[in-house]
T-cell receptor, first 110, second 114 residues
Framework: QQPVQSPQAVILREGEDAVINCSSS?????VHWYRQKHGEAPVFLMI?????EQKGHDKISASFNEKKQQSSLYLTASQLSYSGTYFC???????????FGTGTRLTVIP | NAGVTQTPKFQVLKTGQSMTLQCAQD?????MYWYRQDPGMGLRLIYY???????DKGEVPNGYNVSRLNKREFSLRLESAAPSQTSVYFC?????????????FGNGTRLTVT
C-alpha cells in the first residue's frame, strides 16, 4: 500500500521550479505532504482531502486527483530553505494510519 | 510548548537486550503512532493508538510491543533486540483518529543494535 514517489532526487538552482509526484494503487481519501531536513523530524506541509482540491502555502502548493489516485507537490521559485526530503503520506477512507512513500530528496543550490 | 518528546535520543544495544522507547505529547492529542525510518524505505508504521486504551498493529509490528500508558504517553518496547531493528524511531501524534489532521513528530530516537 506504500505510495510511489517520483523523482527520487532532484537538484535545483535557487529560483527554479520543481514538481514531486505521489501515486497509489489504492483509492485514496487523503494525501499528506511532509518535509524532513537532515537529522530532524518530518514537518507537516499540507493535507489534501478527497474532492480534487488544490492547496497552497507561500510558493508551495499541491493538487490531488482522486480519480487517478495521484497527488503532486509544486515548489515554485525555490529557496535554499526548501532543501530536504519530501514525503507523501496516503490514507484510504476510514483509515487511521498513513502509508508513506520513500521520499524525494530535494537539493537547492545557490 | 514542547509538542512530542522522545527519550532517549540515542541508544546502542547488544543483540538480545531489551529496552523501552518513551514518547509523551502535551497537545492533548487522541491518537499516537510509532514509525521507523530506514534509508530508502521511508517511514513505516509499527503500532498506533487511535485513542487512549486502544492499540493496533501497523505495517511492521514483529519484534515490538506498545503501551498506551495514558492520553499523553505511548511507549515502544523491544523485548529482544536484533540488528534488523537498527533504525531511527519516530513517535507522532495527532488530534483525532482518521486522516483529517496532521501528524506531529518527535525528534526521533537513533537506535543501533550490534
Amino acid at each position: 500500500q506504500q505510495p510511489v514517489q517520483s523523482p527520487q532526487a532532484v537538484i535545483l538552482r535557487e529560483g527554479e521550479d520543481a514538481v514531486i509526484n505521489c501515486s497509489s494503487s489504492k483509492a485514496l481519501y487523503s494525501v499528506h505532504w511532509y518535509r524532513q531536513k537532515h537529522g530532524e523530524a518530518p514537518v507537516f506541509l499540507m493535507i489534501l482531502l478527497k474532492g480534487g482540491e488544490q492547496k497552497g502555502h507561500d510558493k508551495i502548493s499541491a493538487s490531488f486527483n482522486e480519480k487517478k489516485q495521484q497527488s503532486s507537490l509544486y515548489l515554485t521559485a525555490s529557496q535554499l530553505s526548501y532543501s530536504g526530503t519530501y514525503f507523501c503520506g496516503t490514507a484510504q477512507t476510514g483509515a487511521n494510519n498513513l502509508f508513506f512513500g520513500t521520499g524525494t530528496r530535494l537539493t537547492v543550490i545557490p | 510548548n514542547a509538542g512530542v518528546t522522545q527519550t532517549p535520543k540515542f541508544q546502542v544495544l547488544k543483540t538480545g537486550q531489551s529496552m523501552t522507547l518513551q514518547c509523551a505529547q502535551d497537545m492533548n492529542h487522541n491518537s499516537m503512532y510509532w514509525y521507523r525510518q530506514d534509508p530508502g524505505m521511508g517511514l513505516r508504521l509499527i503500532y498506533y493508538s487511535a485513542s487512549e486504551g486502544t492499540t493496533d498493529k501497523g505495517e511492521v509490528p514483529n519484534g515490538y510491543n506498545v503501551s498506551r500508558l495514558n492520553k499523553r504517553e505511548f511507549s515502544l518496547r523491544l523485548e529482544s533486540a536484533a540488528p534488523s531493528q537498527t533504525s531511527v524511531y519516530f513517535c507522532a501524534s495527532r488530534e483525532m483518529q482518521g486522516s483529517h489532521s496532521p501528524l506531529h513528530f518527535g525528534n526521533g530516537t537513533r537506535l543501533t543494535v550490534t
